[in-house]
């Protein structure tokens, strides 16, 4: 059974902070993982990755794949309270381009204090 | 552009009775899925198609529970008879063809049997 795990399952900072989240799989036809964050509402897409060792980034959030490892890590540097949210890591699996099954983390829920 | 569009997006019912969720996604996309959200179990994949046609069912919790997709703008979850612990909040998501692996979530249905 494809298997995705997050931590911390919850995080508290204050505003300022750099955090750190991780994601970590056992999936077979491992396609890419993606990040999404969700607040009040549905989630939505932060980043998408394939590869190994290459950083993804967006203003004050950033992503990286290890294969090896089999994890990613989503980090977010000073932090701000409109990033209280829950991180969602997600992975894609199957094979050829009709496939989409997304398996879920369990989401780390992070609260930014000001 | 518009998003994935569900409705309704409140849903309250008594057990028993017959609940139907609506789905358009985005236009273009080939690809829909249906998930569930609750505070237990976090989000879990309950059934997605690609070109109109159910690709993986397995997330269907059990028979009370049936999804279609008439065409490519529309597709339904149904669940019938309804029971407490189907209390969850019901996303829809879409992706587009030759994915990038992104799906594209709807504000969600947060259902409530009582």
């Known amino acids: 059974e494809d298997k995705v795990v997050q931590s911390p399952l919850s995080l508290v900072v204050h505003e300022g902070d750099t955090v750190t989240l991780n994601c970590s799989y056992e999936?077979?036809?491992?396609?890419?993982l993606l990040w999404y964050k969700q607040e009040k509402k549905a989630p939505t897409f932060l980043f998408m990755l394939?590869?190994?060792?290459i950083e993804k980034k967006s203003g004050r959030l950033s992503s990286i794949l290890d294969k090896k490892e089999l994890s990613s890590i989503l980090n977010i540097t000073a932090t701000q309270t409109g990033d209280s949210a829950i991180y969602l890591c997600?992975?894609?699996?199957?094979?050829?381009?009709?496939?989409?099954?997304?398996?879920f983390g369990q989401g780390t829920i992070l609260t930014v204090h000001p | 552009d518009a998003g994935v569009i569900q409705s309704p997006r409140h849903e309250v019912t008594e057990m028993g009775q017959e609940v139907t969720l609506r789905c358009k996604p985005i236009?273009?996309?080939?690809?829909l899925f249906w998930y569930r959200q609750t505070m237990m179990r976090g989000l879990e994949l309950l059934i997605y198609?690609?070109?109109?046609?159910?690709?993986?069912d397995s997330g269907m919790p059990e028979d009370r529970f049936s999804a279609k997709m008439p065409n490519a703008s529309f597709s339904t979850l149904k669940i019938q008879p309804s029971e407490p612990r189907d209390s969850a909040v019901y996303f829809c998501?879409?992706?587009?063809?030759?994915?990038?692996?992104?799906?594209?979530f709807g504000p969600g249905t947060r259902l409530t049997v009582l």
């Open positions: 998501a879409s992706s587009p063809r030759d994915s990038t692996d992104t799906q594209y």
């Open positions: 999936v077979t036809n491992f396609r890419s």
């Open positions: 394939t590869s190994s060792g």
């Open positions: 997600a992975v894609r699996v199957g094979g050829g381009t009709s496939y989409g099954k997304l398996t």
């Open positions: 236009s273009g996309h080939n690809s």
């Open positions: 198609f690609n070109n109109n046609v159910p690709i993986d």
